[in-house]
């Protein structure tokens, strides 16, 4: 059981918009940055919003983050193939004293 | 360019242990705080441990406290993770990747495989 919780999977069609939604507590999410990560099938994971809302650069602007209270969203926009991914959410958690992470979300691209 | 490269992997009995190193190039290794995260088979991301640049200060995850050992060379750019009495349930690919102050772990190596199995 994850301590930030993520549902397992998303859908969606080419063109189409696609939220991601993590949801935490006042220990992580609710106080601290969040961050979102992509893994590709097979490859290891990249970093694709931090701080809540920021893209690293090379990261296409279809792609942002936003937060409210203890949950946190990210937003595909523009929905493409290449974006079939499993997308994880992450925080510091200051009870643990611990990064922790959402199980992911494996997103299809239909 | 950034890069990591994580070696050390392989096949290890329960209650064995086994020692990984995280190579990196392309950054003033000392200045950034690196981790450790591992991913079992077909599940999720799990953070085990980080290091400060210094090496001065260590944070784990419960799982792996007691047993799992992270340290780094400066000298040599090298992180690294010692892993003891190793359980079935630590077998997962182990990534190592840096850490900048809230700029999330950025980025990843490619991981090594672990597996725990008599």
């Known amino acids: 059981q994850s301590v930030l919780t993520q549902a397992p999977s998303a859908s969606a069609t080419p063109g189409q918009r696609v939220t991601i939604s993590c949801s935490g507590s006042?220990?992580?999410?609710?106080?601290?940055?969040v961050y979102w990560y992509q893994q590709l099938p097979g490859t290891a994971p990249k970093l694709l919003i931090y701080?809540?809302?920021q893209r690293p650069s090379g990261v296409p602007d279809r792609f942002s983050g936003s937060k409210s209270g203890t949950s946190a969203s990210l937003a595909i926009s523009g929905l493409r193939s290449e974006d079939e991914a499993d997308y994880y959410c992450?925080?510091?958690?200051?009870?643990?004293?611990?990064?922790?992470f959402g199980g992911g979300t494996k997103l299809t691209v239909l | 360019e950034v890069q990591l490269l994580e070696s050390g992997g392989g096949l290890v009995q329960p209650g064995g242990s086994l020692r990984l190193s995280c190579a990196a190039s392309g950054f003033t290794f000392s200045s950034y705080a690196m981790s450790w995260v591992r991913q079992a088979p077909g599940k999720g991301l799990e953070w085990v441990l980080t290091?400060?640049?210094?090496?001065?200060?260590?944070y784990y995850a419960d799982s792996v406290k007691g047993r799992f050992t992270i340290s780094r060379d400066n000298s040599k750019n090298t992180l690294y993770l010692q892993m003891n009495s190793l359980r079935a349930e630590d077998t997962a690919v182990y990534y190592c990747a840096k850490l900048a102050s809230s700029d999330g772990f950025n980025p990843w190596g490619q991981g090594t495989l672990v597996t725990v199995s008599s």
């Open positions: 701080r809540d809302n």
């Open positions: 992450a925080a510091w958690d200051d009870s643990l004293s611990g990064w922790v």
């Open positions: 290091i400060t640049g210094n090496g001065g200060s260590t």
């Open positions: 006042s220990s992580n999410i609710g106080s601290k940055y």
